[in-house]
Nanobody
């Protein structure tokens, strides 16, 4: 299974970006998907996840209400819509495939990871 994340870039504070994560195999449609991020000098942290049907999402407290995860199983793609971005959102964002159907916050639940895409929020 290969994951290709894209959509990162430079955005001004208050702006928006949408990240995409294309998964190489249909296997992903039965698995939860997650987004994580790692800021410079910090540990990787959970951003949000979505279950395999796409009807259930959970988010980290610091992105709740600003970020939205969705998926298109027909396209084997998961998305992360990020609004009201601020400097603290600057990080490399990673998508991952969960071993379970629901995803979740625990990184150990994820067995396939993309290469990451850099998001920089700066004026």
């Amino acid at each position: 299974v290969q994951l290709q994340a894209s959509g990162g870039g430079l955005v001004q504070p208050g702006g928006s970006l949408r990240l995409s994560c294309a998964v190489s195999r249909r296997t992903s449609s039965n698995n939860g998907m997650g987004w994580f991020r790692q800021a410079p000098g910090k540990d990787r942290e959970f951003v949000g996840s979505i279950n395999w049907r796409g009807g259930s999402t959970i988010y980290a407290d610091n992105v709740q209400g600003r970020f939205t995860i969705s998926r298109d199983n027909a396209k084997n793609t998961v998305y992360l819509q990020m609004n009201s971005l601020n400097a603290e959102d600057t990080a490399v964002y990673y998508c991952a495939v969960s071993r379970s159907s629901y995803g979740g916050r625990d990184m150990s639940n994820y067995n396939y990871w993309g290469q990451g895409t850099l998001v920089t929020v700066s004026s």
